[in-house]
Each structure stands twice: as C-alpha cells, then as structure tokens.
C-alpha cells in the first residue's frame, strides 16, 4: 500500500514543489514443507571426464528405490516481514539572467526518509522419538529426466513435502521440537530495527556562454535502531541460549560535487566532475545477531560497527549527438574509496571463538578503482521504408581494482569483490506500425563474489552471457499486448573457488511472460 502527495508554486520566480509519501508492505511466504531422506550403502564407480557434472555408476542398488530413503525428521519453515516507509523532500529554486547568454540557477531543498523493519523467520524440525519414515510413503508425481542440462535423472524418488505435514498433523504424539535446529535457524534470522535519514543540499549553475559549472554542497545524517539475537551452542552442539542484543548509531558526512560541462558544437559535448559520494550497508548487514555453531567451529555474525563507504570520483566524459538519432560517448574514471563494504570468510585469531571460520559483511581498506566506458546508440533512420524502424545499442565497461585485505601470512592486493572487470550490453531493436521489440545481449568477466584469508578459498563467479528477447504489439489506443522470453540461451551460473575447486553450478532455464495491458479511459 501506499499513497503520496505532492505540491508545485510559483512565487515571484521562485520555484518550489514538495512530495510526500507513505507506503507500507507485508510479505507473507506460504508455509514450505520440507524432509531429508538418506539412503545409506550404497556404492559407485565415479565418471569425472566432465568435472562440471560427474557421472556415478551405482554397482549395489537402485539410487531410485524410494522405499531405501529413509528420515528421522520433518521440517517445515514460514517467514514474514513487515516494512514501513514514510519519505518527503522539498526542492526550491530560481533562476536569474546575467546576459543574453549567460545565467546562475540557485536551488536548495532536503529529503527526509523514515524506514521500520520488522522480520521473523519461524523454522521447525521435528524428530520422530522412535523409527524412520520412508519416502515411499511421501512420493511426489514430479519427474524430470533430464535435470542440470540432461546430466542427471531425477525421477522416482521425490518426495512431497505437503504429505508429510498431513502424517505430522495426524501423528504429532509421535514427534518432539528439534530445539537445536528450530533456535539455530530461527532466532538469528528475526529482527526489527529503525532507520531515520535526513539531508539537505544547496546547489548553483552558472551558464557562461558554451560553458555550465555546476556545484553543490549536501550533507546527509542517518540514524539506525536494530534488535536482533545472538545464539549459542555449547561444544557438543546443543542450544544453550539466545541473547536479545540492541544497538544505536549513525553515519553523516558532507559531500560536495563539481560538475563542468563545455559544448563544443550543438551536438558535441566534454564532460568533466569531481564528486564525492557515499553507500550505506544493507539492512541486514547491521543487525547485531550472531549464529555461533560450537561443533564445527563457524561462526556467522552481523556488524553493527559498519562504517558507511565513501568515495570521491573523478570523470571526464566526451558525447556526440549524431543527425540520425544517435550518441557516441566515451569517458575514462577514477574513484578513491574509504571503507569498501564487502562479505568476508576469515578464521578468528585468540579470545573465545579462536580459530572458528567467522562470515561477516566488513569494511576493507582504502580501494582504487579507474577504467573506461564507451556507449554507442543508432536509430537507422536514414534507411529506406520497412528498414529504418531498426536500432543498434551497444556499451562496454572496463573496470581495474584493487585493494589490500588481512591474510593469514601477510596482507594481499585484491580486485574489488562483487566488481565485475568487464561488462558490456549490446542491442538490436526495432520500433514501427505500432510494433516495439528488443534483442538484448549482456555480459561479464569473471569476479570476486566473496574473499577468504587465501586466494584459493577465494569464491569466484565465472563470467556469463545472457541472451533476452522482449517485445510489444499496440493493437490500438487502448489495448496493447506485450511478451519477454528471458535467459534464451540457458546461461548457466558458476561458482567456483580461488584454485578451481567447483563449488555451486546453477542453471535456471527460460523464462518466459505474456499480457495484455488495456486503458479504457484513454480518449
């Protein structure tokens, strides 16, 4: 739900307009069944010609015998979240002539923004006090012989989840709480917090002529409120207790901008801008809970003593406007960032927690990135009839990072994580009699998606290629219908670690969607 209102005046050529909105959001996941079955026993010749989907040859069983798999347990999850957001700015402004070709804008305003979070993950596990359940019992009607890209069957030996939750309901005196496995995986994961933003900026434009300078000066102050929970296990792995933690705190800062713009020609531009800017951590990433698994020595946490990341950035642009409906534009960068935020794997030194593998979202050092970007984009206007309803769109991005993290021996220089070097968008469309579709190509190059203490454990996403296709038929004023097929060529995800170790392989398929939109109030 939400709902907002706004308002625009002008007094004595002074501009001014104010918005105001609030919505709120409810996201209620329906109650997922779950069980884990195990087939013990059994025996296989491995086939790894293909070490991206190894082949096992069962010498002493049937691997789809579903009266073998056998549980102990049932499972079964709910989450739900409540948001609130109320946010409202105030912009004022004016502009006044200096000559005929030259003027000053003066603009201010401010931007308030008030955010609740409340979230809660209720997952259960139930044990039976005596015997197994076999999945026979639970079987699925789903099969699929061809899963992972036709590598592996999948069939015979799927069980249904709902069917367990009707043989528990009808059997509860027959199970006990798995209280371990409910505190592990439900406290942590439940929270609620608070964020209150407030900024305000004052900016001018000067108008020389061919050149516009423009500059400003915005300060932002956010305070956040978040209650989360710690959970403890003691050293068999047994729940012992789930602490209640709150914390307080806030992020502010100044953050000036330098903008120069010169017009060489009505089509020509050089671009050129030293700003400073900031990201704030995710909401999650400053919840204070703590999930500590004794038995295996991990450890995840969240990091309430984040520190917003700051860069200051430097860009120099050049575009060109082309008579046929185009832009060429190129630009080189370069940006200096404090407190990078990023997702770190690292085995904790001395105290409590010696030598347990802790995951926690943390602020890197000092991180330098530059590199360059060129963009090109035609209507082919000036060929003949059905032809120039065609039009090409095409960029590419090359990003070099780096910056110094903490390692077992000695500090290392990495790439930036989640920074992907190489990333480009090419485009063919086609926009006539009513018709809009688009054939879209993006890509990227091989990055950091989460540092470990050595570059070997170091998790690594594998560049991809997806191809899409989205298109749309105006049938009149009023109706049109529309259809988008995503992922055409099956662009397979991939995981892997520092040293080549694989480590997760997805392929999520095609997707596709059809509608129709219709405004009967068109006139």
């Known amino acids: 739900f939400s709902v907002s209102a706004g308002a625009k005046t002008n007094i004595n050529n002074w501009i001014g307009n104010v918005d105001v909105t609030y919505a709120s959001g409810l996201y209620d996941q329906p109650t997922y069944y779950d069980g884990f079955f195990n087939y013990g026993g059994l025996t296989a010749n491995m086939d790894m010609s293909n070490p991206r989907a190894p082949q096992f040859g069962f010498t002493n069983g049937n691997p789809n015998d579903a009266s073998k798999y056998l549980t102990t347990n049932y499972v079964n999850r709910h989450q739900i979240a409540n948001d609130k957001d109320i946010q409202g700015y105030l912009n004022i402004e004016r502009t006044f002539d ?10 201010f305003g401010g931007r308030m923004k008030y955010k609740e979070d409340d979230h809660t993950r209720s997952y259960y596990q139930y044990k039976l006090k005596t015997g197994t359940l076999a999945m026979s019992n639970f079987l699925s009607n789903y099969s699929r012989e061809k899963y992972f890209n036709g590598h592996y069957n999948l069939s015979g030996a799927i069980a249904n989840g709902y069917l367990m939750e009707q043989y528990y309901q009808n059997n509860l005196n027959l199970f006990s709480n798995d209280e371990n496995y409910i505190r592990q995986n439900t406290d942590p994961d439940s929270y609620n917090g608070k964020e209150n933003m407030q900024a ?3 900016m001018g434009k000067l108008t020389l002529d061919k050149l516009d300078i423009i500059t400003g000066l915005r300060y932002e102050n956010t305070g ?10 003691d050293n068999t792995g047994n729940y012992v207790s789930t602490n209640k933690v709150s914390v307080k705190s806030n992020f502010n800062g100044l953050f000036p901008s330098l903008n120069l713009k010169y017009a060489v020609s009505p089509r020509t531009n050089f671009r050129a801008a030293v700003t400073k800017s900031l990201s704030r951590p995710g909401y999650y990433d400053l919840v204070p809970w703590e999930e500590i698994e004794v038995r295996r020595k991990r450890m995840k946490k969240g990091n309430p003593d984040l520190d917003q990341a ?6 120099l642009l050049f575009e060109h406007y082309l008579k046929s409906l185009g832009l060429i534009s190129g630009g080189i960068f370069y940006k200096n960032i404090d407190n990078y935020i990023y997702e770190s794997v690292y085995l904790q030194q001395g105290g409590t ?3 347990y593998q802790v995951t926690q979202t943390v602020n890197g050092a000092n991180a330098h990135v530059y590199g360059y970007e060129v963009a090109w984009q035609q209507q082919l206007t000036f060929l003949p009839g059905f032809w120039n309803g065609f039009g090409i769109y095409a960029n590419y991005t090359q990003i070099q990072s780096k910056f110094k993290v903490p390692g077992i021996v000695s500090d290392r220089t990495v790439r930036l994580p989640s920074m992907r070097p190489k990333v480009g968008n090419a485009s063919l469309s086609y926009e006539k ?3 809009s579709g688009r054939l879209s190509l993006n890509f990227y190059d091989t990055f950091i998606n989460e540092l470990a203490d050595v570059e070997a454990n170091d998790l690594m996403e594998k560049g991809r290629v997806q191809l ?4 749309s038929q105006k049938i009149n004023n009023k109706f049109t219908i529309f259809m988008g097929i995503s992922n055409i060529n099956n662009a397979q995800t991939i995981l892997d670690f520092g040293d080549g170790r694989p480590n997760d392989h997805k392929y999520y398929s095609r997707w596709a969607n059809l509608g129709f939109k219709y405004n009967p109030f068109y006139k």
């Open 224 to 233: 956040f409120e978040y209650n989360g929970n710690v959970v403890n296990f």
């Open 310 to 315: 700051t860069s200051v950035n430097y860009d």
């Open 200 to 202: 305000g900026y004052v």
């Open 468 to 471: 899409d296709f989205s298109a």
């Open 433 to 435: 009699y009513g018709f």
């Open 353 to 355: 927690f010696n030598q």
């Open 98 to 107: 200096l000559s005929d070709k030259n003027k000053f804008k003066f603009k």
